[in-house]
């Protein structure tokens, strides 16, 4: 069936460090994005990037959708980056609905 | 601001009660949906909607219910049917065709 697959599952960090997560999805896609959970558990979007490479200040993204991955890359990680990071896929080809397959996260400690 | 309110962010029900759990969203958005979260997993589709008095079930549909009377309201029933209801509900809404997922800030729900 569709699978979308993340690793780690578990990292911890010092913080200034840099870190890539990465998320491997079984069939081609319209839509891929990544998100991150803080603690208090609220949501919110990072990157929408079905192909190609994006950067927002210290975090960037990647996407090679022929190989069927994405990676986000975190570098000089500070506390407040600690949380689950998820990478959400459609696999809906042409529809107009896009209902997300989430993989299982990644959980990311940063230590001061 | 614009923004997607769940409430109440905390929950008890006892076993064999109906609870409804509150999403209301001041974005225009088009689609709105709802996950759940388990301890240590990815969020799983249980309902979702496209327009106004519309709505599809998602992966995980048994054991719940939704109505869209109004394109800014999404209300979840979660029903005495539900085995294991205990979980972490986040709503959430998109504009149809496009990317801009915004996630609630949840509601725990606990059967005791």
Redesign the interface.
């Known amino acids: 069936g569709i699978q ?1 697959e993340q690793s780690p599952p578990d990292l911890i960090l010092q913080e200034g460090a840099n870190s890539t997560l990465r998320c491997n999805f079984s069939d081609s896609v319209n ?1 891929l ?1 990544w ?1 991150h959970q803080n603690p ?6 990072l990157f ?1 990037i079905p192909s190609g490479t994006k950067q927002n200040g210290r975090l960037s993204a990647t996407t090679v959708a022929t190989e069927r991955y994405s990676l986000l890359y975190i570098s000089s990680s500070q506390t407040t980056d600690s949380g689950v990071y ?1 990478c ?1 896929v459609d696999f809906n080809s042409g529809g ?10 990644t959980l990311l400690t940063v230590n001061p | 601001d614009g923004g997607i309110t769940q409430s109440p962010k905390y929950l008890f029900r006892k076993e064999g009660q109906n609870v409804t759990l509150s999403c209301e969203q001041n974005l225009n958005h088009d ?1 709105m ?1 709802w ?1 759940r979260q388990d301890p ?6 249980i309902y ?1 909607s ?1 327009i106004v008095n519309d709505f ?1 079930k ?1 992966d995980i549909a048994e054991g719940y219910s939704v109505s869209r009377e109004k394109k800014e309201s999404f209300p979840l029933t979660v029903t005495s049917a539900q085995k294991n209801p205990t979980a ?1 509900y ?1 709503c ?1 809404s ?1 504009i ?8 609630g ?2 509601t ?1 729900l606990t059967v005791v």
Do not use: D, E, H, P
């Open positions: 979308v839509n994005q998100f208090w558990g609220q949501l919110i979007n929408y998820f959400a107009s609905n896009y209902k997300l397959t989430f993989g299982k996260g | 689609a949906y996950y240590g997993q990815g969020l799983r589709l979702y496209q599809q998602g972490f986040l959430a998109s149809v065709g496009n990317y801009g997922y915004t996630f800030s949840g725990r």
